[in-house]
């Protein structure tokens, strides 16, 4: 079901799925940001990880934090927010797969889920079931923006409701 | 649907790449946009110069 965004009552679903994009993309828009601000230490951080190839780990140190940040953009910004939520969500598997591998060697290490910000604002920041369930919560809030159609609060919204204006 | 998804996620994915790139290339020729703040030193030209005088 297609929300107009002119509609007066809007589901709570559709509500919620608003509430879960800014929390999301601000959590990912800031943690995103902390990590272009120390690219070494996230480097580090992966490294610590012994999952990924060294030329990979250096990829994507530099790679994913921007698309942390882009993604986190979308999502709060509403420009492609529904396939960005997706895409949240996979990186939020991913995590998940990386943190459990750690798990199961029995490896105790950050998650450099925060990056700089975790020293600054003493956020938790250790690959633990916490870490797990975190990004499971941050998942199941992608996946619900996802489902929702909801163009309230997005540019795409705004640019639909401008082409309606110009037209009636 | 699902063909117009996959086309944004590329989009996305190519666009991270292009900036993180950009971003890599300025970083690596010095231009940086997180200025990092130095660490607290103790004054090598203070030394020296205190060396040079005290000599």
């Given at each position: 079901m297609v929300v107009s965004?002119?509609?007066?009552?809007?589901p709570i679903a559709h509500r919620l799925a608003v509430l879960f994009r800014f929390v999301v993309g601000g959590i990912f828009l800031i943690s995103g940001l902390a990590k272009i601000a120390d690219p070494v230490r996230f480097l580090l951080t992966l490294r610590e990880?012994?999952?990924?190839?060294g030329t990979l780990e250096s990829f994507l140190a530099v790679y994913l934090p921007w698309l942390e940040f882009l993604l986190g953009l979308c999502v709060v910004l509403g420009v492609l927010h529904r396939t960005a939520s997706l895409m949240i969500a996979g990186l939020n598997g991913f995590f998940i797969i990386a943190i459990g591998s750690v798990m199961a060697r029995g490896i105790v290490v950050?998650?450099?889920?925060?990056g700089l910000l975790a020293d600054v604002l003493h956020l938790?920041?250790?690959?633990d079931g916490k870490a797990i369930i975190r990004n499971l919560v941050l998942m199941g809030m992608c996946l619900h923006a996802f489902r929702s159609e909801a163009l309230t609060w997005t540019v795409e919204g705004y640019i639909a409701r401008s082409r309606h204006r110009e037209r009636s | 649907m699902i063909r117009k998804t996959i086309l944004e996620m590329i989009s996305l994915l190519l666009l991270a790449f292009c900036i993180a790139m950009l971003h890599h290339s300025l970083s690596s020729s010095g231009i940086t946009i997180f200025k990092k703040r130095p660490a607290a030193q103790p004054s090598t030209t203070f030394m020296n110069g205190g060396a040079a005088h005290g000599g």
């Open positions: 965004p002119d509609s007066a009552g809007v990880f012994q999952l990924l190839p950050d998650c450099g889920c925060f938790p920041d250790l690959a | -």
